[in-house]
């Protein structure tokens, strides 16, 4: 939260930060971007990275040491494993990002030349640092979402997940080959022929895990049982948009196809087919999907399958003309083009569906305003799902489960003996919970004071701000469980 306010509150001290989502250098540098901009920008994404660690390093010793008994690692939810996954990624991939933004601070800062080539530095240093980050981000924003169509397919169609250890495998290999394909970003950079062919073979060989699993999900549906309920339609959406974008994707991976389009607006379709038709459709899934479990209400099925063919049919209308615009040549990172080159009617109906998706939106917001006054009670179950979390009230309690449950199967609830005791037996006494913490609030805070002293160079503000992260971290790590 305090990385995000302090990032946002560029835009009162001179406005938002002015270099491109990826900071290239030398655009970053003060002479190009003068002012506070880019440090705002260097110091906002540093306390998130912190947060994003932290957060990994919460969900790893979770998963691994709070599983319930019997959960052995190949019988937990996809979306545990795919979260499990993402975690060990964001713990490899941050630092490398680190590394840059404190090069970039040093250059900005203290007048380092690190990016500066007429000083014996390098700007494709910066990409090599940003890129060997930001293309596992792309799988840290997807992972996830590959893990909630996981349970949403099968829940939907009353069969156990297809190829269940394919599905987990293969996201490992997502991960690991995620480290592989980075320079794929750079085939205009002058790689030369080795690096090109590296990266190329790499890029292709990462569509095969991502394949197993969209075969996987097919075949799960294929002779199933389906409810066509709002959670499926947006899996279903899902693969098909992601589909779309991963064959584009592929065409990136010849590095002489990429040449001509990396700086079109071709680029800029595929990463949305990727990131919106992908990562966002499986959000809403998961949304709809848990959000009875979360607080106990039904959304609307009619308004939430009018936000669905809003949302799809605005997504397609805003992105796909830009397939068409890229590989008629225009050019993105440019904010306006000259007219009579044929690009005014496709970038009208772009526009037309952005307005749309934007209304689909505020569809989804009135369906969760709406749900929340007067929405149907949803039960502990109302999908029938195979999970522990379905075996428990909703909302949950705080401590979920009265009494442990003990697993023997990867779908207890499907499982006749699955769950062999009473999770909310009312007799046994409620659990008793840790006691909770404003440490980590104080610890963040001070990360913030850190930042605001930076960016207004001003050393005592960040002195101050490093005394209460080290106060912090002291009193977090000595609280005693109890109080």
């Known amino acids: 939260m305090f990385g995000a306010l302090f990032l946002n509150s560029s835009f009162l001290f001179g406005g938002g930060p002015d270099a491109g989502w990826f900071g290239y250098a030398n655009l970053t540098s003060t002479q190009y971007s003068p002012g506070m901009r880019i440090d705002f920008w260097v110091l906002g994404l540093q306390i998130l990275g912190v947060s994003s660690i932290a957060a990994a390093l919460n969900f790893i010793v979770t998963i691994i040491n709070l599983r319930a008994p019997g959960m052995s690692l190949m019988r937990m939810p996809l979306f545990t494993w795919m979260t499990f996954v993402t975690s060990f990624l964001l713990i490899l991939a941050f630092p490398a990002i680190t590394v840059g933004l404190v090069l970039l601070l040093f250059d900005r800062t203290f007048g380092t030349s690190f990016f500066n080539p007429a000083a014996g530095g390098d700007v494709l240093l910066w990409q090599h640092l940003f890129w060997i980050f930001g293309h596992p981000e792309v799988y840290i924003l997807l992972l996830p979402g590959l893990g909630v169509i996981s349970e949403v397919i099968p ?13 987990v495998y293969s ?30 073979a790499t890029t292709m060989l990462i569509a095969i895990p991502t394949g197993v699993k969209i075969f996987n999900w097919i075949a799960t549906m294929w002779g199933g049982s389906l409810r066509f309920k709002t959670p499926l339609y947006f899996a279903v959406g899902f693969i098909a ?11 990136h991976s010849s590095a002489a196809a990429d040449l001509q389009q990396t700086d079109s607006y071709f680029v800029v379709a595929h990463i949305h087919y990727v990131l919106f038709g992908g990562v966002i459709f499986a959000l809403f899934s998961g949304i709809y999907y848990w959000f009875p479990k979360i607080t106990g209400k039904m959304l609307s099925e009619g308004i ?7 949302m799809l049919i605005a997504f397609n209308l805003t992105f796909f003309p830009q397939h068409y615009l890229g590989m008629h040549g225009m050019p993105r990172r440019t904010f306006t083009y000259q007219e009579g080159l044929g690009f005014e009617a496709m970038n009208l109906m772009s526009t037309i569906g952005s307005l749309v998706l934007g209304f689909s939106i505020l569809i989804f917001l009135w369906n969760v305003f709406h749900s929340l006054r007067k929405g149907e009670s949803a039960g502990p179950d ?4 195979a999970t522990l979390e379905w075996a428990i009230d909703s909302p949950p309690p705080h401590y979920n489960f009265r009494v442990e449950p003990v697993v023997h199967s990867r779908d207890p609830l499907w499982v006749e003996g699955g769950l062999d005791v009473d999770v909310n037996d009312p007799t046994a006494p409620e659990p008793h919970m840790p006691s909770p913490s404003l440490w980590p609030c104080i610890l963040a805070f001070g990360l913030l004071v850190v930042a605001i002293g930076a960016v207004s160079k001003t050393l005592p503000v960040v002195l101050a701000g490093a005394g209460v992260v080290v106060v912090a971290i002291y009193g977090w790590a000595f609280q005693p469980l109890e109080r």
């Not at 829940?155 to 599905?167: A, C, E, I, N, Q």
């Not at 996201?171 to 590296?198: D, E, K, R, S």
């Not at 939430?304 to 809003?310: E, R």
């Not at 109302?382 to 799902?385: E, R, T, V």
């Open 155 to 167: 829940t939907f169609s009353r069969k156990p997940l297809f190829g269940y250890p394919f599905v």
């Open 382 to 385: 109302p999908w029938g799902g």
């Open 241 to 251: 948009m992601f589909i779309i974008g991963g064959l584009s994707g592929v065409m």
């Open 171 to 200: 996201g490992i290999l997502i991960a690991f080959l995620g480290f592989g394909v980075w320079a794929h970003h750079m085939f205009a950079v002058g790689l030369g022929p080795i690096g090109n062919t590296v990266f190329s």
């Open 304 to 310: 939430g399958k009018a936000h669905f063919w809003l």
